[in-house]
């Protein structure tokens, strides 16, 4: 008996192995989504986005940004519970260093190589230039403070949020109330120019990976503009479109209008799916997304997606992201939606601040961005 259970014990483990040896190569897609009260949850990509664990991060919480570097091994969070600024190890899930370089760091981005950070700083009127390894200051970018809004004033100002293209040459920078996408180069971190002026202040904002187009969340409208990112050989063009979204009018009957709009605008989130052919936005006062193909310009709807399940849900979603192969929108407001049938396919706690980071044999590989 006990010959036959290793026989067949044996046989298995050849049957097994072909599959074992495929899925050895196949990374692991893990999604990250920061928790508001603090910490993190993980979610499995290609498993339904089932919960993994949860990452807890005692004396933080608030976050206003999120990025990793592979090359590193880190996840930096910018908690406004703590007014610092975090690396995680992604191999254990501990903080390996945590620092306070000025007041309020927001929605920062990593250069491609991992190796440097460029934080907003709300409170103040610079971009950070960290060193990623140890936390380090390297320099500051001045941009500008801003200056609140006499009617309709939207609460706190100052550098918002933040974009770097693919190969890491030139950052681009939003101030809160200016009506500018503000541009560095990450060679010498001097400002070269600014896109704009657009109607009114910039909030979050996306750059094609080509650098022709800016889509830009602007204060007062439900929808974007879209800015040239050069004038002939000048960094830095003017604004080309604005493209005003429509509420569906049944929502309009269902939801009354609130008496003070999440983040004080229509739409504060917007992204470029990564095959740059559609651009997404939100409606973070009735619980809507909506996508525009920007293969044409002026940019041409192309759909309304409902975040919630029932009428009587009022999610309020503030920002946008995307899975690194484009598979996934993820709005924050609890939907995960096939970005290509435009169908919600699963419901998580989704976040504004949340990444996926991909592994092999255990290492991260590959990371995405806000």
């Given at each position: 008996m006990r010959k036959w259970m290793l026989f067949a014990a044996a046989a298995a483990a050849l049957v097994a192995a072909p599959s074992a040896k495929k899925d050895a190569g196949k990374a692991r897609r893990l999604l990250y989504v920061s928790e508001d009260k603090g910490g993190l949850a993980v979610y499995d990509i290609d498993q339904g986005h089932t919960f993994v664990r949860r990452i807890e991060l005692p004396g933080t919480g608030a976050y206003k940004g999120i990025a990793a570097s592979v090359q590193l091994g880190h996840l930096y969070l910018s908690p406004y519970k703590g007014n610092e600024l975090i690396a995680l190890d992604l191999a254990t899930d501990r903080i390996v260093w945590r620092k306070k370089h000025g007041d309020y760091p927001d929605s920062?981005?990593?250069?491609?190589d991992g190796q440097t950070l460029y934080v907003p700083y709300r409170n103040e009127d610079s971009w950070y230039v960290i060193r990623a390894r140890d936390g380090e200051l390297i320099t500051k970018i001045p941009v500008g403070r801003g200056k609140n809004y006499e009617v309709d004033p939207i609460g706190s100002i100052g550098p918002h949020n933040t974009w770097i293209n693919p190969k890491g040459t030139r950052v681009y920078m939003e101030v809160l109330t200016l009506p500018y996408v503000f541009i560095a180069d990450t060679r010498t971190n001097q400002l070269i120019g600014k896109a704009g002026?657009?109607?009114?202040?910039?909030?979050?904002?996306?750059?094609?990976?080509?650098?022709?187009?800016?889509?830009?969340?602007?204060?007062?409208?439900?929808?974007?503009?879209?800015?040239?990112?050069?004038?002939?050989?000048?960094?830095?063009?003017?604004?080309?479109?604005?493209?005003?979204?429509?509420?569906?009018?049944?929502?309009?009957?269902?939801?009354?209008?609130?008496?003070?709009?999440?983040?004080s605008t229509p739409s504060h989130g917007i992204n470029i799916r990564p095959d740059q052919k559609e651009v997404w936005v939100v409606d973070g006062v009735y619980g809507y997304v909506y996508a525009y193909d920007v293969t044409v310009m002026p940019p041409k709807f192309v759909a309304a997606v409902p975040l919630f399940k029932d009428a009587g849900e009022r999610p309020h979603p503030g920002w946008i992201s995307f899975s690194l192969d484009g598979r996934y929108a993820y709005p924050d407001g609890g939907a995960v939606i096939d970005a290509y049938s435009k169908q919600v396919v699963a419901r998580i706690p989704t976040s504004e601040k949340l990444i996926e980071i991909d592994f092999l044999n255990g290492k991260p590989v590959k990371a995405g961005h806000r």
């Amino acid at each position: 008996m006990r010959k036959w259970m290793l026989f067949a014990a044996a046989a298995a483990a050849l049957v097994a192995a072909p599959s074992a040896k495929k899925d050895a190569g196949k990374a692991r897609r893990l999604l990250y989504v920061s928790e508001d009260k603090g910490g993190l949850a993980v979610y499995d990509i290609d498993q339904g986005h089932t919960f993994v664990r949860r990452i807890e991060l005692p004396g933080t919480g608030a976050y206003k940004g999120i990025a990793a570097s592979v090359q590193l091994g880190h996840l930096y969070l910018s908690p406004y519970k703590g007014n610092e600024l975090i690396a995680l190890d992604l191999a254990t899930d501990r903080i390996v260093w945590r620092k306070k370089h000025g007041d309020y760091p927001d929605s920062m981005m990593v250069t491609p190589d991992g190796q440097t950070l460029y934080v907003p700083y709300r409170n103040e009127d610079s971009w950070y230039v960290i060193r990623a390894r140890d936390g380090e200051l390297i320099t500051k970018i001045p941009v500008g403070r801003g200056k609140n809004y006499e009617v309709d004033p939207i609460g706190s100002i100052g550098p918002h949020n933040t974009w770097i293209n693919p190969k890491g040459t030139r950052v681009y920078m939003e101030v809160l109330t200016l009506p500018y996408v503000f541009i560095a180069d990450t060679r010498t971190n001097q400002l070269i120019g600014k896109a704009g002026p657009f109607s009114k202040g910039v909030r979050p904002f996306t750059v094609s990976d080509d650098e022709k187009y800016v889509f830009a969340n602007v204060d007062a409208l439900l929808g974007f503009e879209v800015g040239a990112v050069r004038d002939g050989k000048k960094w830095g063009g003017r604004m080309l479109h604005r493209v005003e979204a429509k509420t569906p009018p049944e929502r309009l009957a269902q939801v009354p209008p609130p008496p003070r709009k999440p983040h004080s605008t229509p739409s504060h989130g917007i992204n470029i799916r990564p095959d740059q052919k559609e651009v997404w936005v939100v409606d973070g006062v009735y619980g809507y997304v909506y996508a525009y193909d920007v293969t044409v310009m002026p940019p041409k709807f192309v759909a309304a997606v409902p975040l919630f399940k029932d009428a009587g849900e009022r999610p309020h979603p503030g920002w946008i992201s995307f899975s690194l192969d484009g598979r996934y929108a993820y709005p924050d407001g609890g939907a995960v939606i096939d970005a290509y049938s435009k169908q919600v396919v699963a419901r998580i706690p989704t976040s504004e601040k949340l990444i996926e980071i991909d592994f092999l044999n255990g290492k991260p590989v590959k990371a995405g961005h806000r």
